[in-house]
């Protein structure tokens, strides 16, 4: 029989009641200043971020649906390992096991979202399923959205089958005519209906989900799908989820198809959105909504509400007096003594505020970002690039700079550059290089403030750059950090010592990964310096799990001449099978390959020394990749062959004599587009017999006019004395 529907530890005394039941008075006392709000007002109260969330959650209590029995769990628990495992022989075999789960699962799917073991066969089984039984987990969920998108372990749920189910909206939109269900008597309910009635049922308690730790989430994930944009967390700045989310997935699953593209969605959706943009800030004033700013929940939820309203409706939508954007900078023009500059001038230093900043320099309207930069940022770059948080926002406002601009701040943060390599304040560099790049906008000055930091007896210093002084041990072992997932720009001097050597060595390298990029003084300052150090420095870098990038860049980068190129791989002869069998070091031999254009003697001279190792190199796991990707097999066996793709692959300039390379650059033409040697044995046997026909039609001709020369003369004469009688 079903169970009375209780509140989950109804029957445990609380924790800070008294014997009678009754709760302390501290408690009381908290209880009855959130019963003040009582639902009134759409939002959590930001007194204390610590109250509880009850009053704000809609009238009622919070249901409990029940707990799966234990045979129920073992079944379901030994359902999800097989789904993980993912050891079914064909797609028919998996089908028919996800068709049992369901059939197992069908009435108990609130009890299972909600389990903190089983919600992860929720997830998978929404990831594998078909349009049909998404509608099916649709319509069970229905009624019971606000409850489950708040809940701990239910919201990963709703996040996966909001996430999956967007695709199918435009899918459906594109069919002609909307498909038939198998069953006569069932009723066809599109996935558009299926969203639109979700809303409805959240209507109401959108400042609530705002707020929630869990609901805020899910709420993200219905914005992006009521948009079109891209559902991928990449895309969107990783706004969807938090970095400790638990990655649920399945393979063979489509769940990633669709979701890093925008998509089509139909007009209820972007009148739904616009509806959602209105109840989001509804009742909220200036005051109130700037509070929001700095929520840990709200302040993400916030940013995306900021992106959606200003990129989907227009820039004009900012002189909307209920506004989003209007609502936090009312003030008009914004002035360095308003409030406006006030607010932005706190947010900018703090840690979650900054967020919401950057998010307003970059779409905010161009009038309104000018009044910014005149009244704010101009003048206080270089100390905003100074600052661990604030150098983020300094990074979004030279994206946004104009040209003129751009080189006024190249001026104001030249002089800054040795404190900010100091402070390790590479990203707001890093910035100022890639955008003077793109505004074309003269680097030299950069390059001379860098040579002067970053330079010792024999000039510049790449070691430093690069921070190789840093390095951990040469094997391949690093501390975990992943090389492009660091967001951080760097540290204070005092945290320096207390920051992971790591992150700041990663940092460096993008840095000198974007001076490779700019062709000029820039690039020269690390390539020559490069050049110049010891084939064992080198062989160290290489081994560096960090470092290595960055000599990949300068392998494959277009700035770097042919001459310098073959400088530097010659540093390496003798070493390469060590490096074929090292973690790191062997991508640097991948990218040897691709990166000698012009150079394919020197494949041949790398190919020689892999052959000479090819039993440790067969034996280690990256060795077999090096061996695969320079084609060492083809090598072994038809070495003539493996030569002739080599130097088609490299082109053919290596393989051309002077007068060649002389004729092709005078002619202007670039080494890239020079012919190859069947292109030119083509030309050359087309020319012989083009000249063999020529010949061979002077002879013919010889023969019809006469027997000789003399005679084809006088037919000649002839014809010629009858023409002019």
């Not at 707990?67 to 390992?81: I, P, S, T, V």
């Not at 700079?401 to 990203?427: C, F, G, Q, V, W």
């Not at 950069?446 to 690069?466: E, P, S």
């Given at each position: 029989m079903p169970q009375e529907n209780k509140k989950r530890g109804r029957r445990m005394k609380r924790k800070h009641e008294d014997e009678d039941g009754q709760p302390a008075p501290d408690e009381a006392s908290k209880r009855r200043k959130s019963s003040e709000y009582d639902g009134h007002v759409n939002y959590m109260p930001l007194g204390g971020h610590d109250e509880s969330v009850d009053a704000a959650y809609p009238h009622g209590d919070r249901p409990f649906f029940g707990?799966?029995?234990?045979?129920?769990?073992?079944?379901?628990?030994?359902?999800?390992?097989m789904l993980e495992a993912n050891s079914f022989g064909e797609q028919e075999e998996r089908d028919l096991f996800l068709a049992n789960v369901y059939r197992e699962a069908e009435g108990k799917e609130l009890k299972i979202a909600q389990s903190q073991s089983c919600s992860r066969l929720m997830e998978r089984l929404i990831q594998l399923s078909t349009p049909a039984q998404m509608k099916k987990l649709f319509q069970a969920f229905s009624g019971n959205f606000i409850h489950l998108i708040s809940h701990r372990f239910a919201s990963h749920c709703c996040e996966a089958l909001f996430l999956r189910a967007a695709p199918i909206v435009s899918e459906e939109l594109v069919a002609s005519a909307p498909k038939t269900t198998d069953n006569v008597d069932e009723i066809y309910v599109s996935m558009e209906n299926l969203f639109l009635h979700t809303l409805a049922e959240l209507e109401g308690s959108i400042g609530f989900l705002m707020t929630d730790q869990f609901g805020s989430h899910a709420l993200r994930v219905l914005l992006l799908v009521l948009s079109g944009d891209p559902l991928d967390a990449q895309a969107n700045?990783?706004?969807?989820?938090?970095?400790?989310?638990?990655?649920?997935?399945?393979?063979?699953?489509?769940?990633?198809?669709?979701?890093?593209?925008?998509?089509?969605?139909?007009?209820?959706?972007?009148?739904?959105?616009?509806?959602?943009?209105?109840?989001?800030?509804?009742?909220?004033?200036?005051?109130?909504?700037?509070?929001?700013?700095?929520?840990?929940?709200?302040?993400?939820?916030?940013?995306?509400?900021l992106k959606l309203e200003l990129t989907h409706f227009g820039k004009q939508r900012a002189k909307n007096e209920t506004s989003i954007i209007r609502t936090l900078l009312p003030d008009d023009p914004i002035t360095a003594d308003s409030g406006s500059a006030a607010f932005i001038n706190g947010l900018v230093y703090d840690s979650i505020g900054s967020h919401l900043v950057e998010q307003i320099v970059q779409h905010a309207p161009g009038k309104m970002f000018k009044s910014l930069n005149k009244e704010f940022f101009k003048d206080r770059l270089d100390s905003l690039a100074r600052n661990e948080t604030a150098g983020y926002v300094a990074c979004r406002v030279l994206?946004?700079?104009?040209?003129?601009?751009?080189?006024?701040?190249?001026?104001?943060?030249?002089?800054?550059?040795?404190?900010?390599?100091?402070?390790?304040?590479?990203?707001?560099?890093?910035?100022?290089?890639?955008?003077?790049?793109?505004?074309?906008?003269?680097?030299?000055?950069?390059?001379?403030?860098?040579?002067?930091?970053?330079?010792?007896?024999?000039?510049?210093?790449?070691?430093?750059?690069?921070?190789l002084e840093n390095s951990p041990a040469v094997n391949g072992h690093n501390d975990g950090t992943p090389h492009d997932s660091v967001q951080s720009s760097g540290s204070e001097p005092s945290e320096t010592v207390s920051r992971p050597a790591q992150s700041v060595k990663v940092h460096f390298n993008l840095l000198a990964q974007a001076m490779l990029r700019v062709p000029g003084p820039l690039s020269g300052l690390v390539l020559d310096s490069l050049i110049n150090l010891t084939p064992q420095l080198l062989l160290q870098m290489v081994k560096d799990t960090i470092i290595c990038r960055t000599i990949q860049a300068v392998i494959a980068s277009k700035n770097s001449s042919i001459i310098q190129k073959r400088k530097l791989v010659q540093h390496f002869y003798g070493s390469i099978g060590d490096m074929a069998v090292d973690k790191s070091a062997s991508h640097v031999v991948d990218s040897i390959w691709n990166g000698t254009h012009g150079l394919a003697f020197i494949r041949e001279r790398i190919a020689e020394e892999l052959a000479e190792n090819e039993a440790e190199i067969r034996d280690s796991q990256c060795g077999r990749a090096v061996w695969k990707n320079w084609k060492m097999d083809l090598y072994k066996r038809r070495r003539q062959d493996w030569i002739r793709q080599s130097k088609e692959k490299a082109s053919n300039d290596g393989f051309q004599s002077f007068a060649e390379l002389d004729k092709v650059k005078k002619e202007g033409q670039p080494p890239a587009q020079a012919k190859t040697p069947l292109q030119l044995a083509r030309e050359r046997h087309a020319k012989k017999a083009e000249d063999k026909a020529a010949k061979e039609r002077s002879r013919s001709s010889v023969r019809t006019n006469g027997n000789g020369p003399a005679a084809g003369s006088a037919s000649a004469a002839s014809a010629t004395a009858t023409a002019s009688g």
């Open positions: 707990m799966l029995d234990m045979d129920e769990q073992e079944y379901f628990k030994r359902a999800d390992d700045n990783k706004l969807l989820q938090s970095k400790r989310k638990e990655a649920i997935t399945v393979q063979g699953s489509e769940q990633a198809d669709g979701q890093s593209k925008s998509r089509n969605v139909p007009k209820s959706f972007a009148d739904a959105l616009e509806k959602l943009l209105a109840d989001s800030v509804a009742g909220l004033d200036t005051e109130q909504l700037r509070g929001l700013s700095t929520h840990a929940n709200a302040n993400p939820t916030l940013q995306l509400l994206e946004r700079m104009s040209k003129d601009d751009l080189y006024e701040a190249h001026e104001k943060l030249i002089p800054a550059i040795p404190d900010l390599l100091e402070r390790n304040r590479t990203l707001v560099l890093r910035t100022l290089v890639e955008r003077c790049a793109v505004r074309d906008i003269d680097t030299q000055a950069i390059a001379a403030q860098l040579d002067a930091t970053l330079c010792d007896d024999n000039g510049f210093d790449v070691k430093k750059l690069l921070k």
